[in-house]
């Protein structure tokens, strides 16, 4: 009876095994036919300093056998897996990854592959080595276009990710720590992730294991065309952890025509900077639920002044696209043709309203941080000393007029919504503090245990925070 059963349990898992291979997407004809266009990138860079110290031991993980140490030395003090070191005047050397686009020898990457590089190699599967010309890169979107002098290369196809679905399978294909042409899978994890420093790029995230080395790779659909350039991954550890991020090709393709036609790429503009809008927030603003990007700070002479913007407002809308978080509106934006019209539909005090502005041109921008020093201690009910501003700390802090310095923050309101030492308190209530003598006529009216939207500026930083005053 026992010989039996245990036949038919090794029966049913041979089946069960069975039915899940055939269920798992088989890769092998993709490389095959994709592999031949994706190119390792190398880089070289004179120093202009020599080394001011040497580098750092790294920290070998727990339970690495002894054999494998000098191995792991190797890949942490050459993350990108080239050489480097040595006397100042020598060549330092960094990897990357590409594929190409075009025949006659366009070749995509990343900028920060490709950045400060005083010559650029392009390495085939057939193992020939190319030097490439930069015809252009934008920091802004990670994005750098190469050509090499080359006829009848093959190529990838460029795909549609705005068809990609979450948890659909996709795969890369790359150099990480300089080792050509290593394939790696997963699953779309999200789609239009916003991530500090890349505000113009809605990134795809994924678990493909992505390390140093596999920047500049495509990411392939199962379709077997691009949707994405592998850019970034999170990590504790500098080695992959599950959260990798590509650049989707739309976005990819309209930096690209510009790159070939002007050698440079221009951003759309608003020149607002918003944040999310917390349930707190909502509260305080009377919404339902939390939605869009509000208004913390508006650029004089902006598209978004001249169309009537006001601190404090909520976009939700932009040219009939929805904004559900801030993070929505910066690629949306910045990939709207410069001096085209747009329409945003906001949220004002309760209201909704829509307005009409054309697309500026994004300049560099920088902020100034105001140095703060403490004098008494917090004198009001929110638990904050505040006082006004003279004329040499307005100009530091670029402010045309309104707002009081927070130069104390005591046990209260105040501390609890997040107001630090040194911010400046412009609005309160959808209310402009000029002076310290409105900051507490309106602090004195304002009512307990209700949700009360306050901006403040930070380092050079609005923000809008939500606090409550004890009943």
């Known amino acids: 009876m026992f010989k039996k059963l245990s ?18 997407p088989d890769f092998t004809e993709m490389v095959k036919t994709n592999g031949i266009a994706v190119v390792n990138i190398s880089t070289t860079q004179k120093e202009s300093k020599p080394p001011q110290s040497a580098p750092k031991e790294p920290q070998i993980p727990e339970g690495v056998p002894p054999e494998m140490e000098e191995l792991f030395k190797h890949f942490f003090n050459n993350p990108n897996g080239g050489g480097g070191g040595g006397e100042g005047g020598a060549e330092q050397q960094s990897l990357g990854s590409g594929f190409v686009i075009s025949q006659d020898g366009y070749v995509l990457t990343n900028h920060h592959v490709v950045k400060d ?26 994005v750098a276009l190469l050509k090499v002098d080359a006829h009848d290369l093959p ?21 990480p720590f300089g080792f050509e042409q290593s394939v790696t899978a997963g699953i779309v994890s999200a789609k239009g992730r916003s991530l500090p420093g890349g505000n113009y790029v809605p990134f795809i995230q994924t678990d493909v294991a992505i390390n140093p080395g596999n920047s500049g790779g495509p ?50 503009w608003l020149g607002v900077q918003i944040q999310d809008v917390t349930r707190e927030l909502a509260e305080s603003f009377g919404m339902q639920k939390p939605q869009g990007a509000l208004v913390s700070k508006i650029i004089p002479g902006s598209p978004a002044e001249q169309a009537q913007l006001k601190i404090g407002d909520i976009i939700i809308e932009f040219n009939g ?44 921008q920088v902020d100034k941080i105001a140095e703060v020093k403490p004098e008494s201690k917090p004198d009001n009910k929110l638990g904050v000393k505040v006082v006004d501003l003279t004329n040499e700390q307005r100009e530091s802090m670029q402010l045309a007029s ?39 006529k309106v ?14 500026q930070r380092q050079g930083s609005p923000a809008f925070l939500a606090l409550k005053i004890a009943k």
Request: aromatic share 4%.
């Open 402 to 440: 309104g707002g009081v310095l927070v130069q104390e923050v005591g046990t209260g309101a105040a501390l609890d919504a997040g107001i630090q030492r040194g911010d400046l308190i412009l609005r309160i209530q959808n209310q402009a503090i000029n002076s310290l003598a409105e900051f507490n």
């Open 321 to 364: 696209q929805p904004i559900d978080h801030s993070g929505d509106l910066p690629p949306m934006v910045g990939m709207t043709p410069i001096n085209e019209k747009a329409t945003l539909k906001i949220i004002r005090q309760g209201e909704t309203k829509t307005l009409d502005f054309k697309i500026g041109l994004l300049p560099e």
């Open 219 to 268: 990411l392939f659909n199962m379709d077997g065309k691009v949707i994405g350039i592998n850019s970034q991954i999170y990590s504790r550890t500098g080695g992959f952890m599950g959260l990798s991020f590509a650049i989707p090709m739309d976005v990819v393709m309209n930096v690209v025509e510009q790159l070939k036609t002007k050698g440079k790429a221009a951003h759309g």
């Open 7 to 24: 036949g038919a349990v090794f029966l049913a898992a041979c089946l069960f095994m069975q039915t899940v291979s055939a269920q798992l």
């Open 155 to 175: 190529t990838v196809s460029i795909g549609d990710p705005n068809q990609l679905q979450v948890g659909e399978w996709v795969l890369a294909i790359g150099s």
């Open 443 to 456: 602090v004195k009216a304002l009512p307990t245990g209700k949700s009360i939207a306050v901006l403040i």
């Open 117 to 142: 590089a005083d010559e650029i190699i392009v390495k085939f599967s057939d193992r020939r080595e190319l030097l490439a010309k930069l015809i252009g890169s934008d920091a802004r979107t990670d």
